[in-house]
């Protein structure tokens, strides 16, 4: 992949909020055997909303690569540092998060089965089917609008 | 030749053409980004002002001067510094042979402080010579100049469609024309096919009917057979205008079914962690072309391809446009279309000068060879008996060349090789904050532009500039580099040790026959020292190939005619969506891709997914211009082609 910064934030946005969406629905609703509620519509949020100002970070560090590119090794390293740091919010800064308060409340071993989920499928998605619905996706960064 | 004290001739090889530059100028000289920033005068001299093109070059960098019996150089503050003989200087004096770096330019500095000879250069203009064409193809007219078999109304700016019919030749009126017939028109009439046209809609006029035909064909000039990789990304699928599956993943597959976990399993590591982490993954030559085969008969190739030289474009009264053509010997016809794609590749090879004319003295074309001719009896005759080979040229085709040279040596182990190169490369070009690697003076980067010219910020921020910005970033962002292959480095490592390969620096004073006939190249070194003579039984040139759109007689009769204007680099000039603007005539277009658009707004205009990026523009170019048939490829309707893909059906 060789983002640009637009690009970043609308493939994060649509995809987080499409298949992340349905399978964060189906963590909401204890599909998997967890406990249901809320929070993980609500931790979703935050996921992206925190992933924008990632972006800006990856961007800064893609601009010291002579190719100016992002392969998928190092997006899942990012995926990797996106989740712990939610982690580290909550385990080790013990911030409430506004929303995540609700019963059943966190839950780390949850978090992590559902962050992979999601992560996986936006992944997953990222390399085959955005190619096939946005045919210009991949020569403008990652920009579908 | 002679020179008088205070001239200087400057060589270097232009980062964005890889043309050779010498002109022979006399001191007080300047270097500079912004010709208006460098003094016209100075001590009541006139200025020989250079422009060189780069953001990193100042706008007055540096100054050439003759003081007191001495060339000195000064740096006029520049951010980036000069460089002599690969360190940074303030002032200095210099010596003849003294290589001078602004930025991405290297040049080389020759002068004499007695008014001596300096050896002679050629024209960059002459030294190219036409690119070898198939083995049997249908014989060429006698040098004619093709215009003159035109009928008359091809004088016209605009001609009558009905003076064609007059002419009773064959006349075919049709939507959609694609002129070259090579990889550019196919990717463009992929598109058109999955974007709605049908078979009848659409003609290709060119003279191979394989759209690879060409391209193959240098590939195996260079040594690139079947087997070998090609220098080009895995989602660069020219049959397959989604990238998906790339080859890597269809690679994996194919050996995944023969039960080949560990290929399958490193070709998908390599297209997951390349470039950082794992070696960049490149496609086999004989896949691409197999994959191709299979699109071309799904799109119905054959029915569109015509055989045909096309001799002239011109638009007509009724807004299309004609084209006459030659479908065979001493024969013209005519296509009149609405909408015309032209993608003509490379009219020629660049040669270098002093080889080129070694072989119009001698009219030996065995010893002196392109890497793109055929060459293979260099191979043969090596295995065969041994032999020296000296090698110019450090890009990619040198690499490949290498290495075949590597396998030859291990039948022969009696070979040896010189690589001539013209100048040490200390270290890789720089833009912004990221600078190119630099291993035994080859510059690596996995293909011909930074990775983010296809499709990241690099390639928005060449669109979104004016001309003079584009030549700036395609000289920091161009030159010659190789591909940072692991068993070539090991090559060049193990030659280096075992003393059979060496790599000498200088700059060509002449190639000449010796007693024995065979080519000796004289090169100038550091300081006037004296000529280093260097003997071997062949030369093989692997400095690359030219698009000037002059050296094609259509394309030169094109922009004559037309008085189209050509950008920086001497192509044409198109827009963002590859269209050549001049050319509109009421609803027709006339769109261009590849070699021929190169300068513009895309950097990789002839590669693989360049074609496919401007092939892509210029069909959505075409929608907006309600073109018959053509219907926007996005959403279900491009998943809804992609299956079609898949299940191999028409689209």
């Known amino acids: ?145 | 030749m002679s020179t008088l004290p205070g001239q200087v001739r400057l060589s270097w090889q232009d980062p964005v053409t890889g043309e050779q530059r010498t002109p022979l100028l006399t001191c007080p000289i300047t270097l500079g980004r912004e010709f208006a920033c460098m003094p016209v005068e100075l001590h009541g001299q006139r200025v020989a002002r250079i422009v060189l093109n780069s953001s990193q070059v100042s706008r007055y960098h540096t100054l050439i001067e003759w003081v007191q019996g001495h060339i000195r150089i000064t740096d006029q503050n520049s951010s980036n510094g000069t460089w002599i003989n690969g360190v940074l200087q303030t002032s200095c004096h210099i010596s003849s042979g003294d290589l001078l770096k602004i930025g991405p330019y290297e040049i080389t500095l020759m002068f004499t402080l007695d008014g001596r000879g300096l050896p002679t250069a050629e024209a960059s203009e002459q030294s190219i010579i036409q690119v070898p064409e198939p083995a049997n193809p249908v014989p060429e007219e006698p040098a004619a100049t093709p215009i003159n078999i035109l009928p008359p109304a091809f004088q016209a700016h605009q001609l009558v469609v009905q003076d064609l019919h007059a002419t009773q030749l064959p006349v075919e009126e049709i939507d959609y024309l694609a002129v070259g017939a090579g990889l550019g028109s196919f990717i463009w009439v992929d598109f058109l096919r999955i974007c709605g046209v049908a078979v009848q809609q659409i003609r290709a006029l060119g003279i191979e009917d394989r759209p690879y035909a060409r391209y193959q064909r240098l590939c195996l000039n260079s040594q690139i057979p079947a087997h070998e990789r090609l220098r080009s990304n895995s989602d660069s699928c020219p049959d397959n205008i989604w990238g998906w599956p790339g080859y890597a993943l269809r690679e994996a597959w194919h050996e995944f079914n023969k039960g080949n976990m560990n290929p399958a399993l490193q070709y998908l590591w390599q297209v997951f962690a390349e470039p950082t982490f794992a070696q960049t993954y490149t496609p086999r030559s004989g896949n691409v072309f197999a994959s191709i085969d299979r699109e071309a008969i799904r799109i119905g190739w054959p029915q569109i391809y015509r055989f045909g030289r096309v001799r002239a474009i011109r638009q007509t009264q009724d807004g299309r446009y004609a084209i006459a053509y030659s479908p065979g010997r001493k024969q013209t016809a005519f296509v009149v279309a609405r909408h015309v794609h032209l993608a003509t590749g490379y009219p020629v090879l660049q040669f270098l000068p002093d080889l080129k004319a070694y072989r119009e003295q001698t009219h030996d074309f065995k010893s002196v060879v392109n890497a793109y001719e055929d060459h293979r009896h260099v191979y043969e005759t090596l295995e065969r008996q041994g032999g020296t080979v000296l090698l110019r040229g450090r890009g990619i085709v040198a690499s490949r060349i290498l290495q075949r040279l590597y396998e030859a040596r291990q039948r022969q182990p009696n070979i040896s090789v010189l690589h001539l190169m013209r100048s040490p490369k200390p270290q890789g070009n720089r833009f912004g904050k990221a600078q190119r690697l630099v291993e035994n003076h080859f510059e690596f980067q996995p293909f011909n532009w930074p990775k983010a010219c296809w499709g990241g910020t690099l390639r928005e921020e060449l669109e979104q500039a004016t001309p003079e910005q584009r030549t700036n970033l395609l000289a920091d962002w161009g030159g010659t580099t190789t591909a940072d292959r692991r068993d070539w480095k090991r090559f060049v490592q193990q030659g280096v040790d075992q003393g059979w390969y060496q790599i000498t620096f200088g700059e060509v004073t002449q190639v000449v026959p010796n007693t024995q006939a065979r080519p000796t190249t004289y090169i100038q070194e550091k300081g006037l020292r004296g000529e280093v003579k260097l003997e071997a039984d062949f030369i093989i040139d692997a400095t690359g190939l030219d698009s000037k759109v002059k050296a094609s007689p259509l394309l030169n009769d094109l922009v004559t005619h037309y008085n189209l204007p050509l950008n920086p680099a001497g192509r044409f000039a198109v827009a963002n969506d590859f269209e050549l603007l001049e050319m509109r005539n009421h609803y027709g277009r006339l769109y261009a891709a590849g070699a021929i658009t190169f300068g513009g707004p895309h950097a990789a205009v002839d590669s693989f997914l360049g074609l496919q990026y401007a092939a892509l523009c210029a069909v959505d170019g075409l929608v907006a211009a309600r073109a018959p048939n053509l219907q926007r490829l996005n959403g279900l309707n491009s998943l809804r082609q992609w299956l079609k893909w898949v299940q191999n059906q028409t689209p």
């Open chain 1, 1 to 145: 992949m060789t983002p640009t910064l637009l690009g970043r934030w609308q493939t994060r946005l649509l995809l987080t909020e499409t298949v992340g969406l349905v399978i964060t629905l189906l963590f909401c609703g204890g599909t998997f055997g967890n406990p249901a509620g809320p929070i993980f519509f609500w931790l979703l949020q935050y996921i992206v909303l925190f992933g924008l100002g990632w972006d800006y970070l990856y961007i800064y560090i893609q601009s010291w690569r002579w190719d100016q590119d992002w392969p998928a090794a190092l997006q899942w390293i990012a995926a990797l540092w996106e989740g712990l740091f939610i982690i580290l919010i909550v385990e080790v800064a013990n911030l409430k998060l506004p929303g995540t308060g609700i019963a059943p409340g966190w839950h780390l071993g949850w978090f992590m089965v559902h962050y992979g989920l999601v992560w996986l499928a936006v992944f997953i998605t990222s390399q085959s089917f955005m190619r096939l619905i946005f045919p210009r996706w991949r020569f403008r960064g990652g920009q579908w609008l």
